[in-house]
């Protein structure tokens, strides 16, 4: 094998951009970067934490990873942040829009708030502000400057299986319980994580002249402390028969962000133990 082979999946010294980088798996998909030599820029909520985690990072994998208080909402913020990268390291590689409201389906004593008819507007538009206005917001600003690169860069959207098929709301239904009681996975889910798949196309070939390849990654639900008898239903949803570890996506992130998939653009992946295949 020649050493470039070898190097195919490395990220040595590039930047790269990661939002909602103190949750479950932006945790891991930050972790990954710098296992591969990548410099890991953390961007979530609370200071505290993502500069915790880069200063982790930093010292584990002996890269120089920062982390940032950044409100992906608000377009000054962004900008700001996206001007001083790019004067500080002189350029940006790559962007993971990973942030999202993660709402939990959770019941409810009283009529749940998460069904379509009750669903309230401010829910909407915060649901909607995180994950779809904020992946906009972070391609206009990180992702321009990743297209001045001379070898351009990579940005992965995060959406979901759920963004290729609707949720099966059975899976979350309790016995005994009034329908107006029910929890659902809320309508935000879908359509925030569709919308990220036509981003993701409009993306792909927005700065493709430059080098910039812009790819989905749809995961499967991570098992997370979810009670037993929700994980019997959705496993049996599954061709693996399980749902996916926090580490499951870390490989194909790596794929994604590196040369491995130098020719992958505009590509919908599915990484769900074959839950939309059945
Ligand atoms: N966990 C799963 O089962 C699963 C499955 C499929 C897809 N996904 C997707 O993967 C991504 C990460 O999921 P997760 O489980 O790690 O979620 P999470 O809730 O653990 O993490 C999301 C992070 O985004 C941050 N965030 C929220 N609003 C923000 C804002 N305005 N600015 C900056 N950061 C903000 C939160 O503080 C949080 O740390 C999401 O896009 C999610 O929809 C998750």
């Not at 208080?69 to 001007?83: F, G, K, L, P, Y």
């Not at 069904?115 to 906009?136: C, K, M």
């Not at 919308?195 to 499967?220: E, F, H, Q, S």
């Not at 929700?230 to 996916?244: H, Y």
Request: negative net charge; aromatic residues 8%; hydrophobic residues 40%.
């Amino acid at each position: 094998m020649s050493v470039e082979l070898e190097s195919l999946f490395r990220l040595d010294g590039k930047v790269i951009v990661v939002t909602g980088a103190a949750g479950l798996l932006g945790s891991k998909h930050a972790e990954a970067i710098a296992a591969y030599g990548g410099i890991p820029v953390l961007l979530d909520l609370s200071k505290n934490t993502v500069e915790e985690q880069a200063s982790q990072l930093s010292e584990r994998y002996n890269v120089n990873a920062l982390g940032f208080a950044i409100d992906i909402t608000d377009e000054s913020q962004v900008e700001r942040n996206a001007e001083w990268l790019f004067d500080n390291y002189g350029k940006i590689d790559g962007l993971v829009n990973n942030a999202a409201n993660n709402p939990k389906v959770e019941e409810s004593s009283e009529k749940n708030f998460s069904r379509l008819e009750n669903f309230p507007l401010d829910i909407w538009n915060q649901d909607v502000a995180v994950g779809l206005t904020g992946a906009f917001l972070c391609a206009k600003h990180y992702g321009a400057k990743i297209s001045k690169n001379s070898l351009g860069g990579s940005i992965v959207n995060i959406s979901s299986d759920l963004g290729l098929i609707a949720p099966d709301q059975h899976l979350y239904m309790k016995e005994g319980l009034d329908e107006e009681f029910q929890a659902v996975k809320p309508v935000t889910y879908s359509v925030v994580k569709t919308g990220l798949i036509g981003l993701t196309r409009y993306l792909a070939t927005y700065w493709a002249d430059k080098g910039v390849r812009c790819n989905a990654m749809c995961p499967g639900g991570v098992e997370n402390g979810q009670p037993e008898e929700f994980l019997k239903k959705v496993n049996a949803k599954i061709p693996m028969g399980r749902l996916a570890q926090p580490n499951d996506y870390q490989g194909i992130l790596i794929w994604m962000l590196s040369n491995a998939s130098s020719y992958l653009n505009g590509s919908i992946i599915p990484i769900d133990g074959g839950r939309t295949t059945w």
